[in-house]
T-cell receptor, first 110, second 117 residues
Framework: RKEVEQDPGPFNVPEGATVAFNCTYSNSASQSFFWYRQDCRKEPKLLMSVYSSGNEDGRFTAQLNRASQYISLLIRDSKLSDSATYLCVVNDSGTYKYIFGTGTRLKVLA | GAVVSQHPSRVICKSGTSVKIECRSLDFQATTMFWYRQFPKQSLMLMATSNEGSKATYEQGVEKDKFLINHASLTLSTLTVTSAHPEDSSFYIC?????????????FGPGTRLTVL
């Protein structure tokens, strides 16, 4: 089983749609969680950290369920510029090490 | 603005040559930096952890004699791909955490695209 699993997609959605991505992780001792966005042939950029209480940043909402070892990202009112690969990232417990999921590709269509 | 830089951004070399990639933290000190590799349509895979003043620690399956890491100062880590072969062609990315807390976010360099002919 992979340490961090994501549905690779692609998710093709129309502009204005709401789309949700899921991610599961295997290490129950993992301490911190993030969603990164990666555009084609570029480095990953932090989208948001994920907290147990859930957090929202504009059109983006992230949720963490530690009991189920599950992380989600919800994007509302999708824009063309949201087209990218979304990487679920888990911080290995006790270290700085990031474990990346394979990423979920999103394409927002006009 | 960018907080981690990499150089070069792109390199094409012949098989058998060595290539050095630099990773710099621009406005903070990084005692630890990370090197990742990303093949097309795959995710980032951690290769090694670069430690200032001590040896790098390598992930399982990564050859330390092939991928030489030197963390010469608190703002610079270098990765040298020795005797590069076409299968080493990949996107190499470094990252650095900004603060001495394991939950802090990491900042990624812009990556180096290596093509070995």
């Amino acid at each position: 089983r992979k340490e961090v699993e994501q549905d690779p997609g692609p998710f093709n959605v129309p502009e204005g749609a709401t789309v949700a991505f899921n991610c599961t992780y295997s290490n129950s001792a993992s301490q911190s969680f993030f969603w990164y966005r990666q555009d084609c042939r570029k480095e990953p950029k932090l989208l948001m950290s994920v907290y147990s209480s859930g957090n929202e940043d504009g059109r983006f909402t992230a949720q963490l369920n530690r009991a189920s070892q599950y992380i989600s990202l919800l994007i509302r009112d999708s824009k063309l510029s949201d087209s990218a690969t979304y990487l679920c990232v888990v911080n290995d417990s006790g270290t700085y090490k990031y474990i990346f999921g394979t990423g979920t590709r999103l394409k927002v269509l006009a | 603005g960018a907080v981690v830089s990499q150089h070069p951004s792109r390199v094409i070399c012949k098989s058998g040559t060595s290539v050095k990639i630099e990773c710099r933290s621009l406005d903070f000190q990084a005692t630890t930096m990370f090197w990742y590799r990303q093949f097309p349509k795959q995710s980032l895979m951690l290769m090694a952890t670069s430690n200032e003043g001590s040896k790098a620690t390598y992930e399982q399956g990564v050859e330390k004699d092939k991928f030489l890491i030197n963390h010469a100062s608190l703002t610079l880590s270098t990765l040298t791909v020795t005797s590069a072969h076409p299968e080493d062609s990949s996107f190499y990315i470094c990252s650095a955490p900004r603060a001495a807390q394991s939950t802090d976010t990491q900042y990624f360099g812009p990556g180096t695209r290596l093509t070995v002919l």
